[in-house]
């Protein structure tokens, strides 16, 4: 069950940050859109999941395993969109490189007891990605170069 788990955690980030990677290389292309002002909600939507939304849930996944040493990681503090206060966040690609280094901690602190908000942070952070991904078909429909 935990390297289930330690699968879906890392298949979702890689997902997240593969189409962050999209999003920026086509950015120069949005950037020369004619009408860029009327598409500033999605953009404003794509930076808000990446760069909040994300980064909370995973910080919320370390603490839901008890994860050691997450004071040391060089956590940042954003503002929840909604509750509006500053929460705790670690970025998708330093996690990305965090669940590789530290695999074997990962794996043992997912294997030590059932913990059910961890499926619930686990499914948000999929919704997170897929509502990045279909934002970005928006954006790449809504584009006129």
């Given at each position: 069950m935990n390297k289930q788990l330690f699968d879906q955690i890392s298949?979702?980030?890689?997902?997240?940050?593969?189409?962050?990677?999209?999003?920026?290389?086509?950015?120069?292309?949005?950037?020369?859109?004619?009408?860029?002002?009327?598409?500033?909600?999605?953009?404003?939507?794509?930076?808000?999941?990446?760069?909040?939304?994300?980064?909370?849930?995973?910080?919320?996944?370390?603490?839901?395993?008890?994860?050691?040493?997450?004071?040391?990681?060089?956590?940042?503090?954003?503002?929840?969109?909604q509750l509006k206060t500053l929460q705790k966040a670690y970025g998708v690609t330093a996690t990305l490189y965090h669940l590789q280094a530290h695999k074997q901690v990962w794996l043992q602190q997912l294997g030590k007891e059932e913990r059910p908000e961890l499926v619930h942070y686990i499914n948000e952070a999929r919704r997170y990605v897929l509502q990045f991904e279909n934002l970005l078909g928006d954006l790449e429909e809504a584009v006129i170069v």
């Open positions: 298949e979702t980030l890689r997902r997240a940050e593969l189409a962050n990677q999209h999003y920026r290389t086509d950015s120069l292309k949005w950037n020369l859109d004619a009408h860029k002002a009327q598409h500033q909600h999605l953009r404003s939507l794509l930076k808000e999941i990446y760069e909040v939304l994300l980064p909370i849930t995973i910080v919320s996944m370390m603490k839901a395993i008890s994860l050691p040493g997450i004071p040391e990681l060089g956590l940042h503090e954003v503002l929840h969109p």
